[in-house]
């Protein structure tokens, strides 16, 4: 794939490498995370959530908790937690799977008469897991203002808020991606040119 193997070689498959490192981390923490929620709600099942505990006699609510507090709201609060974790965890194994995939096509030569297709097909192996980085990075923001929903709607609804503005700011460029397109285009152009 690459021209100048010595230069830059290295640097793609250490940067692909480091991306398989930050995915599997991900997904380790992600089925942690699942495994973690099933034991409490196994654990808890047959307690009421207002309660510290099933011989506890107060019956008080606890001060932070607005909303339903019955256990069926409980475990349903907890289910998509623990789903939102299990679809993190898929998402980076997808991820893993693919930055791996493309650390071999790097390493390959292409064919003669064939560089344009294959660098192509390594791009969108590169651009999918990505993708599903992406994703998996998304369904861990997502369960962040679910766990908020443990504690009620206000602070579900707050987060969610805090969290679209966020990644609004994030996921939005403005004058330095316009500078890349209109510096590709002009070299696009120059190339187009000269053939």
């Known amino acids: ?3 100048n193997t010595e230069k830059n070689g290295v640097l793609a498959v250490q940067t692909l490498r480091n991306n398989i490192m930050a995915s599997t981390v991900l997904a380790t ?3 942690t995370l699942a495994s973690v929620i099933s034991v409490f709600i196994g654990a808890t099942a047959g ?3 207002t309660s510290p505990s099933s011989s506890s006699s107060s019956s008080t609510s606890p001060m932070l908790v607005y909303g339903s507090k019955t256990g069926q709201v409980f475990a349903v609060k907890y289910l998509a937690i623990s789903l939102c974790f299990m679809l993190a965890f898929v998402c980076n194994v997808q991820a893993i799977r693919l930055y791996a995939h493309a650390s071999f096509l790097l390493g390959l030569p292409p064919e003669e008469g064939a560089a344009e297709d294959f660098a192509a097909y390594v791009a969108r192996t590169v651009n999918r897991d990505s ?3 992406s994703l998996g990075l998304r ?4 369960s962040l ?5 443990t504690f009620g709607p206000i602070p579900m609804l707050a987060c ?3 969290m679209c503005a966020l990644l609004y700011f994030l996921d939005t460029t403005r004058d330095y ?3 890349i397109q209109h510096m590709h285009r002009e070299m696009s152009a120059q190339k187009d040119s000269t053939v």
């Open 1 to 3: 794939m690459e021209q």
């Open 29 to 31: 923490t992600a089925i």
């Open 47 to 49: 307690r009421s959530p």
């Open 131 to 133: 993708h599903a980085w």
């Open 139 to 142: 369904a861990f923001y997502v």
């Open 145 to 149: 203002a679910l766990f908020m929903w």
């Open 160 to 162: 969610s808020v805090l």
């Open 177 to 179: 991606a316009k500078g």
